[in-house]
């Protein structure tokens, strides 16, 4: 037998029509709330073309493309994002990561056009009206990063120590300290071509995050015969481009190489290297 419940409940329903329509009839005209995530925004001169934009994003919406007008130098890719409508889905992910904070999002959501590839487009070249919409989503801050503004300090032997003996001054990292400024890297490899050997750099810090410090060993081999040396007196021109130094203190990427080459003694590296069965032909270089 029914409830009176039951079948007093669908005349209940019956109250909306009374109550004021929720549905916008010209959704067009809708002004946008002032933080909404829309088109996106990049200031061209500021964007260094790393690409942490394009790596973070999980739908594959960007697009690393060359730009007339923007040539390659240091410190500067030449690159600059293309954004695809028919992929992103505005989660702003990009923004956040960005590294130099030139990339955000207006608020401006209403783009009609017949032509699907013009949803395809490089913010900041391509000029749009949204490009000076005062509103919409920025970065926020400060203290608002996907990874740490500032590099883990080097220990360094304390003055009244080191007229004791002949320890390095400089101490190394540890393991965790390593780990812990490994993970301030993007892997946006800008470093690469600054540094004079074209070390893979994105890649050994990577090991070390990893916590794979023998791997680590391998990729600075493949590139530089001398890493225990270079973790010490390199001038780390690499340093002077990284990314994360836009809005903070550049990655150690120096202490990080001489990380990886102090973890096993020199005897061991033939085994890792796996360079125990090379053969010597007589011939001598001079360094």
């Known amino acids: 037998m029914a409830r009176i419940k039951d079948i007093i409940s669908p005349f209940t329903a019956w109250k909306n029509v009374v109550k004021e329509p929720v ?10 709330a002032p933080r909404y995530r829309g088109f996106h925004k990049n200031d061209v001169d500021t964007c260094i073309g790393c690409g942490t934009c394009e790596s973070i994003c999980q739908n594959a919406a960007i697009d690393m493309v060359p730009v007339e007008g923007i040539e390659t130098k240091n410190g500067d890719s030449g690159l600059r994002p293309r954004i695809d409508y028919g992929r992103c889905c505005w989660c702003a992910l990009c923004v956040d990561v960005c590294t130099t904070g030139s990339l955000s999002m207006s608020n401006h959501f209403k ?29 926020p801050g400060p203290n608002y990063e996907l990874y740490s503004k500032e590099r883990v300090h080097m220990p360094e032997l304390k003055p009244e120590e080191r007229d004791k003996s002949f320890i390095e001054i400089v101490r190394g ?21 600054t540094c ?35 973790g010490r007196i390199c001038t780390h021109k690499c340093e002077t481009v990284c990314s994360v130094g836009h809005q903070g203190d550049p990655l150690s990427i120096r202490w990080l190489k001489r990380y990886i080459a102090d973890q ?4 061991n590296y033939k085994q890792i290297l796996e360079t125990e069965n090379i053969s010597k032909n007589g011939k001598r270089i001079a360094i």
Request: hydrophobic fraction near 30%; aromatic fraction near 8%; glycine fraction near 6%.
């Open 264 to 267: 096993q003694p020199a005897e």
């Open 111 to 139: 783009w009609v056009d017949s032509d699907p590839d013009v949803f395809r487009f490089i913010p900041g070249v391509d000029k749009k009206e949204w490009d000076d919409e005062p509103n919409g989503y920025k970065k």
């Open 173 to 193: 990292y540890s393991r965790e300290q390593a780990i812990k400024e490994a993970d301030r890297c993007v892997e946006c490899g800008i470093c690469v071509a």
């Open 23 to 32: 549905t916008i009839k010209e959704p067009l005209k809708r002004e946008a």
């Open 196 to 230: 004079p050997a074209h070390m893979g750099i994105p890649e050994y810090i990577k090991a070390i995050r990893n916590d794979d410090p023998n791997e680590g060993l391998r990729i600075l081999y493949d590139t530089n015969p001398l890493p225990e040396v270079c």
